[in-house]
């Protein structure tokens, strides 16, 4: 089964600091996804690459970046913290985007900006 | 832009029932539909996955139907245990990234 790994599951941080989350997956997947989850609003898609060193936005990209140096790896950046990026941040992955091709995710992390 | 809506937002059954969870969304033209579980704090997992020119998809006692001219997908689970228990989400692929989730319905499955 993929695996999809992220480093953390809970983290407190404060405002202004700048904060790395890190999403690893284990099955050679070309597409790489980070979305944030919060209440009511659902799943919204902040960036996602298909390939080492692309990267697109999504539809919430303001006040993030991203890495993806390796295939495995990517990193979502949070420049300098606010309080309204606390959320639950998925990273997810999937192989090349066909129509028979499942997302996979990570456990989350839980980020809360102080 | 596709929109799509999962009512109710939170169901609750006595263990046993066989039940429907439903998922409507605007935009016909899907690549794939998928449904998720999802447990409290953790990240989603995939259920089942619908391609747009399939009609339906089992896996154990779950039933995922798809419906593309009527924009709705029903997710049935027989017997349903507390296990069971969770937020249930889809989702709708209209090709490559372009994938929109819903908000869930909340299942929760009184023994």
């Known amino acids: 089964d993929v695996k999809v790994t992220q480093s953390s599951r809970y983290l407190v941080k404060r405002t202004g600091e700048k904060v790395f989350l890190e999403c690893v997956q284990d099955m050679d997947h070309e597409n790489m996804f980070w979305y944030r989850q919060d209440p009511g609003l659902g799943l919204r898609l902040i960036y996602f690459?298909?390939?080492?060193?692309?990267?697109e936005k999504g539809d919430i990209p303001e006040g993030y970046s991203v890495s993806r140096e390796k295939k495995e790896r990517f990193s979502l950046i949070l420049e300098s913290a606010s309080t309204n990026q606390t959320s639950m941040y998925l990273c997810?992955?999937?192989?090349?985007?066909?129509?028979?091709?499942?997302?996979?995710f990570g456990s989350g992390t839980q980020l809360s900006v102080l | 832009k596709q929109e799509v809506t999962q009512i109710p937002a939170a169901l609750s059954v006595p263990e046993g029932e066989n039940l429907v969870l439903n998922c409507s969304f605007t935009?016909?033209?899907?690549?794939?539909l998928q449904w998720f579980r999802q447990d409290p704090g953790k990240g989603l997992t995939s259920l089942l996955l619908i391609q747009s020119s399939q009609r339906e998809q089992t896996s154990g006692r779950l039933n995922a139907s798809l419906d593309k001219s009527s924009g709705r997908s029903t997710l049935y689970i027989a017997a349903s245990q507390p296990g069971d228990s969770a937020t249930y989400l889809c989702a709708v692929s209209g090709g490559y990234q372009k994938v929109t989730f819903g908000t869930g319905t909340k299942l929760q499955v009184i023994p």
């Open positions: 690459s298909y390939d080492v060193k692309m990267k």
């Open positions: 997810a992955s999937s192989l090349q985007g066909g129509s028979n091709e499942k997302l996979f």
């Open positions: 935009d016909s033209a899907i690549y794939n």
